[in-house]
């Protein structure tokens, strides 16, 4: 059996992994992290990459590094609903430089976190390799277990950090249960040709009593349409003429490329939950990411937040990590600091779920809307746009990588 040390080994080379790796191994600390595929290629993860996000990348030397890549930059997100288009996302009134999202395929990010941690030599990206349990010593954590290519290996670590997903091998090793909050949705994805006419960067479409997510991913569309829990099976049985209908019902404009699904092979069903741990963390062990709390895909935070408590962790971890294990205050700060702006985003999005995108509701508009109607929509815009700027943008509780970490 292969044995590593490392000041720190991570399970899971997601956003919180990578980004919590690279911080660790600028610091001059022994980072390992494993990721049990062969590589970051994965469709249909969270591809929005917020204005917070692109802060600390520029706190941390790499934005224009970052932004030199394939992507999109949208300053606004539209939603037509009911056949009514409005503005209520604008990044724009957030203070600049970093007032828009990134639209890029997750692999492109995660590679390139990869790529900036593996110039340092104290970093250790181990592919094909999964954690499968914990060293313990008494009640301490010590370290991972893992399988590779090259067989079981040991790593043994100051820290050992579980982000390695919402279905989490080491979580729950370290015997830590979340809590499950019922998501009355899950999310059917698939691929779009963009139409001959396109529409301005829109979120969603909401009408006819379904709800479709539009992400442009330049020369395509990566489109969602929101099902109710559990209504996979019923959609195949009414067959795939009842599927486009339902996508065409809320995005007309859709109508001629869903000609392109001809079969049920190109769609993928992702099974929304949402969930957190009422605690983080055990002697020498830390949960950060979907780990910890899994989001909804509503407003695409998930990234963002998982950057958030990479940073969060970093910042507190770094220094007492060069002097061995860490105090289990320390870990219980962690959680306290990251905690209340997850709990405030998952009641928002839940909030959302239950009045905005359950499937089947009724409209939310008139269609058309009155002119009162109108004015008081164009009214309330500007003050909407400030809030949601800020809340889907940099979130509840923005995190600054710490000046010695730069």
């Known amino acids: ?71 999109n930059s949208i300053r606004t997100l539209d939603a037509v609903v009911d056949g009514t288009r409005l503005h209520p996302i604008d990044f724009g009134r957030l203070k600049p430089p970093n007032d828009f999202l990134v639209l890029a395929p997750q692999w492109d990010f995660l590679t390139f976190l990869a790529q900036e941690a593996e110039r ?4 250790r990206l181990l592919l094909q390799t999964e954690a499968t349990g914990l060293i313990r010593e008494g009640d301490v954590v010590r370290g991972l277990m893992a399988r590779g290519p090259g067989g079981e290996l040991r790593v043994e670590a ?27 949705i899950d999310v059917i994805w698939f691929r779009l ?33 929101v099902i109710a829990k559990g209504g996979i099976d019923e959609l195949e049985e009414a067959g795939l003429p009842a599927f486009r209908s339902a996508v065409a019902g809320a995005a007309p404009f859709l109508r001629e490329p869903l000609e392109t699904i001809t ?29 910890a709390h899994a989001m909804s895909p509503a407003f695409g935070v998930g990234v963002n937040y998982a950057v958030q408590d990479a940073v969060a962790a970093a910042n507190a971890l770094a220094a007492p990590l060069r002097d061995g294990p860490v105090d289990l205050r320390l870990l219980d700060a962690v959680q306290r600091r990251r905690l209340p702006a997850v709990e405030w985003m998952q009641r928002i999005q839940l909030a959302a779920h239950r009045r905005i995108s359950r499937p089947g509701a009724g409209p939310i508009l008139p269609s058309p809307p009155s002119p009162a109607l109108r004015l008081a929509i164009a009214a309330a815009t500007p003050l909407v746009q400030r809030f949601t700027a800020q809340l889907v943008g940099r ?7 710490a000046p010695d970490l730069r």
Not at 158 to 184: E, H, I, M, N, Y
């Open 263 to 291: 079969d049920w092979a190109p769609l993928t069903l992702l099974s929304v939950q949402v969930d957190r741990l009422p605690r983080w963390y055990r002697h020498g062990f830390l949960a950060i990411g979907d780990a």
């Open 1 to 71: 059996m292969e044995v590593m040390e490392a000041s720190c080994a991570i399970s899971g080379g997601g956003p919180a992994g990578m980004m919590l790796g690279l911080i660790l191994a600028r610091a001059g600390l022994d980072v390992v992290v494993l990721e049990k595929h062969a590589d970051f290629f994965r469709d249909f993860r969270g591809d929005t990459i917020h204005p917070s996000t692109i802060g600390v990348l520029g706190e941390l030397g790499l934005r224009d590094a970052f932004l030199g890549l394939p992507h």
């Open 193 to 225: 040709p963009k139409p001959k006419v396109t529409q301005p960067s829109t979120l969603a479409y909401l009408g006819d009593g379904a709800m479709v997510v539009t992400i442009d991913r330049g020369d395509y569309f990566q489109t969602g349409l």
């Open 158 to 184: 100051d820290l050992t950090v579980a982000a390695d997903g919402r279905d989490s091998v080491l979580r729950a090793a370290a015997g830590l249960r979340p809590r499950r909050f019922g998501v009355p």
């Open 120 to 123: 340092y030599p104290n970093f």
């Open 395 to 401: 979130g509840l509780r923005p995190e600054s990588v």
